[in-house]
């Protein structure tokens, strides 16, 4: 039987979402392989993590290109952003928060890139004169990141309805950002 590296790695996503503690050995029995066949494919944690992290990246791009961050209001594209990328956020919850994958002052270009794609929706809302100016591009994506984070763990627990989580997500970002014309 053939073993496609895709499917084990999103086997050990979906693993490590769940229970980021989880070890070797739990990740190889939820894929119906043996430690040693895992091992095989990669060398410990450490590669496994950093195999994830392409994943991850992989799926986040295709995620932002199909929000197509250039058309429309930038808000209804924040609003694309979340919906396309709920699928992943459990995933994505589990990339942000291992730490062996963020070394001080150091970060993967590919996290650069996804980054830079964020920022500059926010900032052309800012520019569109519809997300406020006093926050910058740098905090409104990092507070995306937090709240779907946010919103996928909430699910993942049962505290918030799987159907309800892109509107909340949304709604809680948006209304922190839009710009209020009274002022």
Do not use: C
Request: net charge negative; no cysteine; glycine share 6%.
């Amino acid at each position: 039987m053939s073993l496609d590296r895709e499917e084990l790695l999103s086997t050990a996503a979906d693993v490590l979402t769940r229970r980021p503690t989880s070890s070797m050995d739990d990740i190889a029995r939820a894929a119906g392989i043996s430690r040693a066949t895992l091992h095989r494919h990669f060398a410990g944690r450490e590669a496994l993590v950093r195999a994830l992290e392409q994943l991850g990246l992989r799926r986040l791009d295709a995620a932002l290109d199909a929000a197509r961050l250039e058309e429309g209001d930038a808000a209804e594209a924040v609003r694309r952003v979340i919906a396309r990328t709920e699928p992943l956020a459990s995933f994505l919850g589990f990339l942000v928060t291992e730490n062996q994958l963020f070394e001080p002052g150091e970060q993967h270009e590919g996290w650069t890139r996804i980054d830079e794609r964020i920022s500059a929706l926010f900032q052309r809302g800012q520019q569109e004169g519809t997300f406020r100016i006093d926050l910058s591009p740098a905090w409104l994506t990092e507070a995306l990141y937090a709240l779907i984070t946010a919103s996928a763990w909430a699910v993942q627990d049962g505290r918030v309805a799987a159907r309800d989580s892109v509107r909340m997500t949304a709604e809680l970002l948006l209304g922190g950002v839009r710009r209020n014309s009274s002022k």
